[in-house]
């Protein structure tokens, strides 16, 4: 049984551009979470997604940044016109209910030139 | 609002001596508690957490916390570090009802000395 597996594992963009990272969950998780760590700090919290739906997104940024978790396929966090300040890992979790233990992936590293 | 702080961002101990790794939190209904392990380009992966039961959990790796409400803290300790214990650490606080929407410390990265 797989893992969490986020792609890509590092992602370079220049300022402006789009990035899509890509979350695929364990099997049999339908709960899918997004954490974005910046240099030196924790993990903080984005979005909280079943499956077609968003159930929580306190933690994203108001412009830019989106997360959709699809019937088919994995669940995307899109950043538009990214800025220097996007640079960070990116974590997904996946969890098969609500209150049951997170599972994370390796992470998506994006650097922002 | 729940919050957690890790004293120390850089813990050295030599190899074979106990390991402390301290974390308080705040928050204003009993709150379930985790420690994280990452190891260098994985994923967390958890260690142990608190749910209101025993308050000496046992982990993996013959890591175990304690609980301490009136010191509001869940520090990390292991009697004897191993090499192999060398990672960032991260504890982490969510009320006990609802999502897994944690709250994490800022880490504490541990190295061991040979």
């Known amino acids: 049984n797989a893992g969490v597996m986020q792609n890509p594992r590092h992602l370079v963009r220049r300022r402006g551009q789009e990035a899509r990272l890509r979350c695929s969950p364990m099997?049999?998780?339908?709960?899918v979470y997004w954490y974005r760590q910046l240099p030196e700090e924790g993990l903080k919290f984005m979005v909280y997604?079943?499956?077609?739906?968003?159930?929580?997104e306190s933690g994203m940024p108001k412009e830019r940044f989106s997360a959709e978790f699809p019937k088919e396929g994995p669940s995307i966090l899109r950043i538009q016109q990214v800025v220097r300040g996007d640079s960070a890992a990116y974590f997904c979790?996946?969890?098969?209910?609500?209150?049951?233990?997170?599972?994370f992936g390796s992470g998506t590293q994006l650097s922002v030139l | 609002a729940q919050s957690v702080t890790q004293l120390g961002s850089h813990v050295s101990v030599s190899e074979g001596a106990l390991v402390l790794l301290r974390c308080n939190y705040s928050?204003?209904?009993?709150?379930?508690l985790f420690w994280y392990v990452q190891y260098p380009n994985q994923g967390l992966q958890l260690l142990l957490k608190?749910?209101?039961?025993?308050?000496l959990v046992k982990g993996i790796n013959g890591f175990e916390a304690e609980f301490k409400k009136s010191e509001t803290s869940f520090h990390l300790t292991k009697p004897s570090a191993h090499m192999s214990d060398a990672a960032e650490y991260f504890c982490?606080?969510?009320?006990?009802?609802?999502?897994?929407?944690?709250?994490f410390g800022q880490g504490t990265r541990l190295t061991i000395n040979p």
């Open positions: 928050s204003s209904v009993p709150p379930y």
């Open positions: 979790a996946s969890s098969p209910a609500t209150n049951e233990k997170l599972f």
């Open positions: 982490a606080v969510r009320p006990n009802q609802g999502a897994q929407k944690l709250v």
């Open positions: 099997k049999g998780h339908s709960h």
């Open positions: 608190y749910t209101s039961a025993a308050t």
């Open positions: 997604l079943q499956k077609e739906n968003i159930i929580d």
